[in-house]
């Protein structure tokens, strides 16, 4: 088992920057694959960022391709995502996800999830 805690979250006005970060336990963090996705209410579960277990596999949405940094340091267990020129339709609650797949970055692939932070961007 596998236990994922977000932090970082918050209300930012747009154009702004925020870190969010995902400390795992449970299981050797290292063998996992680790990703990022987000969901507003009433829409789907969406992938945004995910990062292959030794993080030479990087991938991102269309939609913050530019913006969007996805990193991990397996020496503290930890996934980041950086997120810099934030949009109004970035608010979202953003989810940590884990997978054994290579690259996580569909909802079927994932076998962990965190329970959320919220993102607000402000216009």
């Known amino acids: 088992q596998v236990q994922l805690v977000e932090s970082g979250g918050g209300l930012v006005q747009a154009g702004g920057s925020l870190a969010l970060s995902c400390e795992a336990s449970?299981?050797?963090?290292?063998?996992?694959?680790m990703s990022w996705f987000r969901q507003a209410p009433g829409k789907e579960r969406e992938f945004v960022a995910g990062?292959?277990?030794?993080?030479?596999?990087?991938s991102y949405a269309d939609s913050v391709k530019g913006r969007f940094t996805i990193s991990r340091d397996n020496a503290k267990n930890t996934v980041y995502l950086q997120m810099n020129s934030l949009k109004p339709e970035d608010t979202d609650v953003y989810y940590c996800?884990?997978?054994?797949?290579?690259?996580?970055?569909?909802?079927?692939?994932?076998?962990?999830w965190g329970q959320g932070t919220q993102v607000t961007v402000s216009s």
């Open positions: 996800a884990a997978g054994a797949s290579r690259v996580v970055d569909a909802i079927s692939s994932v076998n962990f």
């Open positions: 449970g299981r050797t963090f290292s063998s996992l694959a």
């Open positions: 990062t292959s277990w030794r993080g030479l596999s990087i």
